[in-house]
């Protein structure tokens, strides 16, 4: 692709979807059918753009199999006591009336490729001329052994907002002074990487408004370093002396076991026991992606770095946690971000619009505790066949009280504008 | 453009604190060609935080700014005469062309 100009590999690519489905925009057919699987950051953000700038010339379906969309962004908050679990949930009924989406609640169970329909659980049928797939991540509950869905019912992962976050907030509230929480925080790559760190803080932040004084919280990581380590330890050593630690896989020496009625975790180094556990396994695309047979060895899609289109089917994007995306983190902005290229592709496919070189941006914002937030972020383009970071940022160890509380009312603005961005 | 704004900016920012280099950068941006549909392309980048009713969330409302102005923001984020990590990087990320179609876009939003 680097001898190409991108002009004409767009060109090539444009040419290359005609003469496969011949002419989709032929005067008097029917329109265009573009179908999101995956009503989340990735997927309801395509939906709307797709809707948005084709200006009635595409239909567009989004199957999601909730009624309502609980981000994972700012959940954190919500376990802390910072935000309601109403100001996280979010309806589709703004998709479906003011940018004419047709939103079928249901499961997808089946792409036929090469009928280019998918199917749903309860046996509906829909075409597409191009589908999206933002379905998430799974959780891979038998990677810490003896956990599993069932056990996710007495030690919450949270890692799918939604009734987990919810069971996770409860028996963070029913723990009594001196109760202590386990977490088990998964190995790479997963969804959000500052996220358990962000999460055990807020979990910190909850017991400081409580006067829970002595009740503590241990973090197994299977992983020798995490996000923002250098911010995080500092904020923990400020805020909540004494309540977080960390212990690195140097030191416990491997995570053997779960046993979710004792509340205990073994390791290699001790058995560590917990009012509360919080177990985040490994995760995998989600399973619909595993079903189109678009996922490699890693678990997750291979997509054309100036597209988000799958290498393995031109007709496909994939975009979000379940795509493999170079060098961006697993996000709900990355995803956002990745909708907007996906989007531009396929109306260039589908209605000939005009395409542009990919510009994808990510920005991962972190409360650590009152108007104490940092951020880390980038810029991304496709280079050499890769997207790439052209620059990046993170928030200074040495920052003043003053920019840590910008940079926490910053990620308000960011929630208010991002899940506008998606339901409009 | 109209050469009375133009004017009129030219006279204002001789008495801000804008760089030299910066007034005649802006000058040049406004004089580009920019293609209305590039400037809604890049724009989708700028709405996942700012968005038309952002009032006092800690990320200004850009929708209808004046032109000018948001191309000599853009350019002082670029040359980090103004402060923000996040938007040092964003701006960053931006040549002429693409500053100029976003400032034509936002300048005529609501
Ligand atoms: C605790 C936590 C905190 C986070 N904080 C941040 C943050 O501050 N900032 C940030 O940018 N990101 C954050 N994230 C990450 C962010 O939530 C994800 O990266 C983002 O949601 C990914 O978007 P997606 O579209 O790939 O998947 P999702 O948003 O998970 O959407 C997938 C949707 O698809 C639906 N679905 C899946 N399969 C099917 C099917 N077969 N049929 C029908 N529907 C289906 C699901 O119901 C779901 O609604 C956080 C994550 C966690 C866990």
Redesign the pocket.
Same mark, same amino acid.
């Given at each position: 692709m680097s001898q190409l100009t991108r002009r004409q590999f767009t060109q090539a690519l444009g040419l290359g979807a005609a003469a496969l489905t011949v002419p989709i925009n032929v005067i008097g057919q029917a329109k265009p059918k573009v179908v999101i699987?995956?009503?989340?950051?990735?997927?309801?953000?395509a939906a709307r753009y797709v809707a948005k700038n084709s200006k009635g010339a595409v239909d567009v379906t989004l199957?999601? @199999?909730?009624k309502t %969309?609980t981000?994972?962004?700012?959940? @954190?908050l919500y376990l802390g006591g910072v935000r309601d679990y109403d100001s996280i949930t979010h309806s589709y009924d703004t998709l479906a009336s003011d940018y004419g989406v047709k939103v079928v609640h249901? %499961?997808?169970?089946e792409v036929d490729r090469n009928g280019r329909t998918i199917k749903?659980?309860d046996g509906t049928s829909i075409a597409y001329d191009r589908l999206v797939l933002? &379905?998430?991540? !799974?959780l891979i509950y038998d990677s810490v052994p003896g956990y599993s869905e069932e056990a996710a019912e007495i030690a919450p992962h949270?890692?799918?907002?939604?009734p987990q976050?919810q069971l996770l907030k409860t028996k963070l509230e029913a723990l009594q002074n001196g109760d202590n929480v386990v977490m088990v925080a998964p190995p790479n790559p997963y969804?959000?990487p &500052?996220? &358990?760190y962000?999460?055990v803080s807020m979990m910190a932040h909850l017991f400081k408004t409580k006067g829970m004084t002595d009740s503590t919280i241990t973090i197994l990581d299977p992983k020798p370093k995490f996000s923002k380590q250098g911010l995080f330890t500092a904020g923990w050593e400020k805020h909540y002396p004494g309540v977080i630690e960390w212990i690195s896989p140097d030191i416990h020496g491997g995570i053997l076991s779960v046993d979710v009625n004792t509340g205990t975790v073994e390791t290699d180094l001790d058995t560590f026991e917990g009012t509360l556990l919080n177990i985040?396994p490994k995760q995998t695309a989600?399973?619909?992606a595993h079903q189109a047979e678009l996922v490699d060895d890693s678990g997750f899609c291979q997509i054309v770095s100036d597209s988000m289109r799958s290498v393995v089917d031109e007709n496909i994007f994939v975009?979000? !946690?379940?795509?493999v995306a170079g060098a961006m &983190?697993?996000?709900?902005?990355?995803?956002?971000s990745q909708?907007k290229v996906a989007a531009m592709h396929i109306l260039g496919d589908v209605i000939s619009s005009k395409t542009f070189p990919a510009k994808y941006s @990510?920005?991962?914002?972190?409360m650590i505790g009152t108007d104490d937030g940092v951020k880390v972020g980038a810029q991304y383009a496709s280079v050499d066949g890769k997207i790439a970071s052209t620059s990046k940022f993170v928030s200074q160890g040495d920052e003043d009280a003053m920019v840590r509380k910008e940079t926490f009312e910053e990620?308000l603005g960011? %929630?208010d504008g991002?899940t506008k961005d998606m339901f409009g | 453009m109209n050469r009375l704004l133009i004017s009129l900016f030219v006279l204002c920012c001789t008495t801000s604190s804008y760089a030299g280099d910066t007034d005649s950068r802006v000058t040049d941006i406004l004089k580009l060609d920019s293609d209305e549909a590039y400037g809604e392309y890049l724009a989708s980048e700028c709405s996942t935080c700012h968005n038309t009713s952002s009032a006092d969330n800690g990320i200004p409302i850009i929708h209808g700014q004046d032109q000018q102005a948001l191309i000599a923001a853009l350019l002082a984020y670029q040359d980090k005469t103004r402060e923000n990590e996040t938007m040092q990087s964003v701006a960053g990320a931006l040549g002429n062309e693409e500053i100029g179609a976003l400032a034509r876009y936002f300048s005529s939003q609501k």
């Amino acid at each position: 692709m680097s001898q190409l100009t991108r002009r004409q590999f767009t060109q090539a690519l444009g040419l290359g979807a005609a003469a496969l489905t011949v002419p989709i925009n032929v005067i008097g057919q029917a329109k265009p059918k573009v179908v999101i699987v995956g009503g989340g950051a990735g997927g309801a953000t395509a939906a709307r753009y797709v809707a948005k700038n084709s200006k009635g010339a595409v239909d567009v379906t989004l199957i999601e @199999n909730s009624k309502t %969309y609980t981000t994972c962004f700012f959940s @954190n908050l919500y376990l802390g006591g910072v935000r309601d679990y109403d100001s996280i949930t979010h309806s589709y009924d703004t998709l479906a009336s003011d940018y004419g989406v047709k939103v079928v609640h249901g %499961y997808a169970s089946e792409v036929d490729r090469n009928g280019r329909t998918i199917k749903l659980q309860d046996g509906t049928s829909i075409a597409y001329d191009r589908l999206v797939l933002s &379905p998430g991540i !799974d959780l891979i509950y038998d990677s810490v052994p003896g956990y599993s869905e069932e056990a996710a019912e007495i030690a919450p992962h949270a890692w799918q907002a939604g009734p987990q976050t919810q069971l996770l907030k409860t028996k963070l509230e029913a723990l009594q002074n001196g109760d202590n929480v386990v977490m088990v925080a998964p190995p790479n790559p997963y969804r959000c990487p &500052p996220g &358990p760190y962000e999460r055990v803080s807020m979990m910190a932040h909850l017991f400081k408004t409580k006067g829970m004084t002595d009740s503590t919280i241990t973090i197994l990581d299977p992983k020798p370093k995490f996000s923002k380590q250098g911010l995080f330890t500092a904020g923990w050593e400020k805020h909540y002396p004494g309540v977080i630690e960390w212990i690195s896989p140097d030191i416990h020496g491997g995570i053997l076991s779960v046993d979710v009625n004792t509340g205990t975790v073994e390791t290699d180094l001790d058995t560590f026991e917990g009012t509360l556990l919080n177990i985040i396994p490994k995760q995998t695309a989600g399973a619909i992606a595993h079903q189109a047979e678009l996922v490699d060895d890693s678990g997750f899609c291979q997509i054309v770095s100036d597209s988000m289109r799958s290498v393995v089917d031109e007709n496909i994007f994939v975009i979000g !946690d379940a795509s493999v995306a170079g060098a961006m &983190p697993k996000s709900g902005f990355s995803a956002n971000s990745q909708a907007k290229v996906a989007a531009m592709h396929i109306l260039g496919d589908v209605i000939s619009s005009k395409t542009f070189p990919a510009k994808y941006s @990510n920005t991962c914002w972190s409360m650590i505790g009152t108007d104490d937030g940092v951020k880390v972020g980038a810029q991304y383009a496709s280079v050499d066949g890769k997207i790439a970071s052209t620059s990046k940022f993170v928030s200074q160890g040495d920052e003043d009280a003053m920019v840590r509380k910008e940079t926490f009312e910053e990620s308000l603005g960011w %929630y208010d504008g991002m899940t506008k961005d998606m339901f409009g | 453009m109209n050469r009375l704004l133009i004017s009129l900016f030219v006279l204002c920012c001789t008495t801000s604190s804008y760089a030299g280099d910066t007034d005649s950068r802006v000058t040049d941006i406004l004089k580009l060609d920019s293609d209305e549909a590039y400037g809604e392309y890049l724009a989708s980048e700028c709405s996942t935080c700012h968005n038309t009713s952002s009032a006092d969330n800690g990320i200004p409302i850009i929708h209808g700014q004046d032109q000018q102005a948001l191309i000599a923001a853009l350019l002082a984020y670029q040359d980090k005469t103004r402060e923000n990590e996040t938007m040092q990087s964003v701006a960053g990320a931006l040549g002429n062309e693409e500053i100029g179609a976003l400032a034509r876009y936002f300048s005529s939003q609501k």
